[in-house]
């Protein structure tokens, strides 16, 4: 029997039995962690506030033979103010799809829980669009799990491709293609959606804006990411059903 305290935030749930749910942590320090929140649906249980999507907190956690419950909690935040705006609200969901795809169970994830915290943090109390933003999000998530895209020479030839030449991104292959190489059914990207992504990978999240001369290549950049999940994120984005 073991009793711990773990910073972590709530990535999903699942509701079982009548009042319990199990949540999935994700801990700085451990990794993703399963835990029982056993009666927190019970309206005056001191557990509803731990057992919520985005609470971010201190969780006490008691193991027996390799199982977690939550025994108490402390609240830091709950980013309560991204359920007054349905679209920011599923980019935050989809956030949280993202970080549980990559971390592992045990494993820390320091780097990659400060870029969660900083986005959902500018996606909730700032008016910063969410599409820069997600697309900020995404380009560092993939630099931290190692796959960071190529973006100034050809995947195929290894030329040089200057930051005002014509490059079409393949999000396969994971970097840009010069004229001679492109895949045809891959659209161009801009040099202003290339400028975009080094400039986020340059700059804090407090920057990751759309301006003259810089544009967020959504698209290319999450049909990338997605392509090197192992198991397909479902949420959907408030895009999602107009393209
Ligand atoms: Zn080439």
Redesign the pocket.
Known sequence: MIQTDKTAIVVRYANYRENDRMLTLFSPTHGLVEAVARGCRRPKSKLLSASELFALGEYELFEKNGRHTVTGFTLTENFYALRSDWERLSVGVYLLSLCEAAVQPGQPAQELFMLLLHTLSRLTFTEQPWRPLLTGFLVHYAAIEGIRPRLRH??????A?GPEDPAWFDPREGGI??????TPSMPPIAPAERRFLEHCLSHGSADWAERPGLSAPLPAIRAYVEQRLEQPVRVKLPTDSAD
Not at 177 to 182: I, K
């Open positions: 050809c995947m195929t030839c290894g030329r491709i293609q010069c004229g001679l190489h492109r």
